[in-house]
C-alpha cells in the first residue's frame, strides 16, 4: 500500500506543481490583453479551469497524501519532514495567492505588472528546490 501512495502522492505533487508554474504564467500574458476582449475572456476560462479543476483536488490530494505517508513510515519526528512541511505550507499559501489575483483578473481589476508575475512565477520553482533537497538529501 505504501507504494501506491507514493505513486499518487509523487503524480499529485507533478499536477500541482504544474499548476502552480503555469497560471502565473498565463496571469503575465493577461497582462497584455485589454479588459473584456475576446482574448481576456479566453485567458479567464483557462486561468478558471486550471485552478479549480487541476490545481485546488491535486493540492488536496498533496495534503491528504503526504501527511498519511509520513504517518505510515513512522517518520513524524524527523525534523526534516517538518521543515519540508514549512515549505509546502508556504506554496499552499502562494496557491491561495495565485487564487487571489485570479479573481481580480476575473473582475477585471488586475492591479499588478507583468513584472510582478514574471518573479512570482519563480517562487514555486525555489520552494520546489527546497522541498526536494529535503526529501533527498534528508540533511538533519
Not at 496557491?95 to 479573481?103: I, M, Q, V
Request: aromatic share 14%; net charge positive; glycine share 6%.
Amino acid at each position: 500500500m505504501v507504494l501506491w501512495l507514493k505513486a499518487v502522492h509523487v503524480i499529485a505533487v507533478i499536477a500541482w506543481m504544474a499548476g502552480l508554474l503555469y497560471l502565473p504564467r498565463l496571469f503575465v500574458y493577461h497582462c497584455e490583453a485589454e479588459p473584456g476582449s475576446p482574448t481576456s475572456q479566453t485567458f479567464k476560462v483557462m486561468e478558471h479551469r486550471l485552478l479549480r479543476y487541476i490545481m485546488n483536488p491535486a493540492m488536496l490530494v498533496v495534503w491528504v497524501t503526504g501527511p498519511w505517508l509520513a504517518w505510515v513510515q513512522g517518520m513524524l519526528y524527523d525534523h526534516w519532514l517538518w521543515a519540508k512541511l514549512v515549505l509546502v505550507g508556504l506554496l499552499t499559501g502562494f496557491h491561495h495567492a495565485l487564487g487571489s489575483w485570479r479573481k481580480n483578473f476575473a473582475a477585471d481589476r488586475n492591479g499588478l505588472e507583468q513584472r510582478f508575475y514574471r518573479m512570482a512565477n519563480e517562487v514555486p520553482t525555489v520552494l520546489m528546490i527546497g522541498i526536494v533537497i529535503l526529501v533527498i538529501v534528508k540533511p538533519f
